[in-house]
């Protein structure tokens, strides 16, 4: 007797335990989703009052070039008070666009990198082949060893390479040879994949922006040197030569020649902001809320299609909540009985004509979807 006893003791303690520690587990949850809830509000104000503050340097400036100009704290700038007393709001700006655009990168490009972070000549050939297989349509391979469309077709999970651009990074560790080269073998990434991803934007745009001082690639194709290099972040950053000046940026071809010398038209850069990654963090006790945007002026950064062909299909949902697809022609006339219906059967769209488009919206690192539309996609 003694012994069921003990047996249903031990069975009752465990089952309270393993029901405490689920219980912990919701409760955490449920806490971190009403701070969310709570704390959202702030975040997408403080994210708003940052725009409007671009927005009127964009203008003033004739495009946004560098936080030199004034506008690296917006919060400050407009007087922002957050909207319970005790919260704190953070907001931190990256040029997204001083890194180099991988859609429309070249095959030597990626070469002179490789070498430069230290990859031997046939190596950086090969990866090259890779990539290139893996983003361009078909590309033929050149290098010895580089994946071909046979080798993702013998996999397990048979596939085909997509023939686009990247629409993330984790999409290198399902390249053939790229894979073994930026992960370890525990799968993680290495130092060459780190310099990859901060040296590559998945964004498309013309040119990157020199005011952001990323000068790798200059170095990796020879056409700057570290004397140039360094003359040119000294200006930027306001030290050296350039400490009594305080941080400068470049507006033109001509002011980049007068401080690092050279041709800068073979350099392929520019010297405005395509693209902008805005993260806004909310503090409240120990409670926080971090949202992160990535943003483009007008005429700026686009999306990587989700494939080859951009669509052209809208979503729409019946009276029984059942979602259809139906493809629209932008160029298509309305028919007679269309034309007849009342105006007011379908409301009008209003064009807020806003001056940035959202190009990616993270909240707590949880992506957000954003509609897409032919005028986000690009070409």
């Not at 290098?143 to 996999?155: C, F, K, M």
């Not at 483009?296 to 729409?316: D, L």
């Amino acid at each position: 007797m003694l012994l069921i006893v003990l047996v249903t003791m031990v069975f009752a303690t465990f089952a309270l335990t393993m029901f405490i520690e689920k219980a912990d587990n919701d409760l955490l949850v449920e806490i971190r989703e009403a701070d969310a809830s709570r704390l959202r509000p702030e975040a997408y104000s403080a994210l708003e009052t940052t725009l409007g503050v671009l927005e009127d340097f964009r203008i003033v400036g004739n495009g946004l070039h560098s936080p030199a100009e004034g506008w690296s704290d917006p919060l400050g700038f407009a007087g922002y008070e957050p909207m319970q007393e005790g919260r704190t709001v953070e907001v931190t700006l990256e040029d997204e666009s001083a890194k180099l655009p991988l859609a429309t990168v070249k095959p030597q490009m990626l070469i002179d990198l490789f070498k430069y972070w230290q990859v031997s000549q046939t190596d950086s050939e090969r990866l090259t082949d890779a990539l290139m297989g893996w983003i361009k349509k078909d590309y033929v391979p050149t290098s010895v060893g580089a994946p071909r469309i046979e080798d993702y077709e013998a996999t397990p999970l048979p596939f085909d390479p997509p023939g686009r651009s990247l629409r993330s990074f984790s999409e290198l560790s399902a390249i053939e040879s790229v894979r073994q080269a930026f992960f370890d073998e525990n799968g993680l990434p290495n130092d060459l994949y780190r310099h990859f991803t901060e040296t590559f934007s998945l964004y498309r745009y013309g040119q990157p922006n020199i005011n952001g001082n990323r000068l790798e690639p200059l170095l990796a194709q020879n056409i700057y040197d570290d004397q140039q290099q360094q003359r040119v972040t000294e200006y930027l950053t306001g030290t050296g030569t350039y400490q009594m000046q305080g941080p400068g940026f470049f507006k033109s071809a001509r002011t980049i020649a007068a401080v690092a010398g050279g041709q800068p038209a073979k350099l392929g850069y520019g010297t405005t902001v395509q693209a902008l990654r805005i993260h806004v963090t909310v503090r409240d006790g120990r409670s926080s809320f971090v949202l992160s945007a990535v943003v483009a002026p007008q005429g700026g950064a686009k999306v990587v299609p989700a494939s080859n062909v951009a669509s052209t299909t809208a979503t729409t949902t019946d009276k029984s909540g059942a979602s259809t697809s139906t493809a629209t022609d932008q160029n298509a006339q309305p028919s007679k009985s269309q034309s007849a219906s009342p105006t007011t059967a379908v409301p009008t769209a209003i064009k807020l004509n806003y001056p940035f488009t959202f190009l990616e919206i993270r909240e707590n690192d949880i992506s957000v979807p954003i509609p897409v539309s032919p005028s986000t996609t690009g070409s």
